[in-house]
């Protein structure tokens, strides 16, 4: 499997739409959970830096136009991140972790221990 977070949650998925084994799922989801956080880093990282040198009001700009408007209140980092995620949840690679996710709960299966359930 690709260790780019992309191709591997598009791999992750693939894989997942065959399988019925919880424990084979289980690892599927870990493997894509792990995944997703290393592809939002990457967005969150690529926004950052492309919103470093917007003033203010053109953050604002961009956060409105992307669905998450900067709220009174809120810090500019904040601000990044909420783009940052905005902008990760609607790419491929996040739609693919959902339906892996998806999947996943078809079987009954999370990442969270039945003891916290």
Do not use: K
């Not at 084979?24 to 290393?38: F, I, S, V």
């Not at 967005?43 to 998450?68: K, M």
């Not at 009174?72 to 609607?90: I, K, Q, Y």
Request: aromatic share 6%; glycine share 6%.
């Amino acid at each position: 499997m690709d260790t780019n977070p992309t191709a591997l949650l598009f791999d992750l998925a693939a894989s997942a739409q065959d399988q019925s084994d919880r424990d084979a799922l289980r690892g599927l989801l870990a493997a894509g959970h792990h995944a997703w956080c290393e592809g939002v880093a990457d967005v969150q990282s690529g926004i950052a830096l492309e919103t470093a040198s917007l003033s203010d009001v053109q953050l604002a700009e961009q956060c409105t136009a992307a669905g998450v408007p900067w709220e009174l209140g809120t810090t500019r980092s904040e601000a990044v991140s909420a783009l940052a995620f905005a902008t990760w949840e609607a790419t491929p690679a996040a739609m693919a972790y959902t339906e892996l996710e998806e999947r996943a709960a078809l079987f009954g299966v999370c990442l969270l221990g039945e003891e916290l359930l």
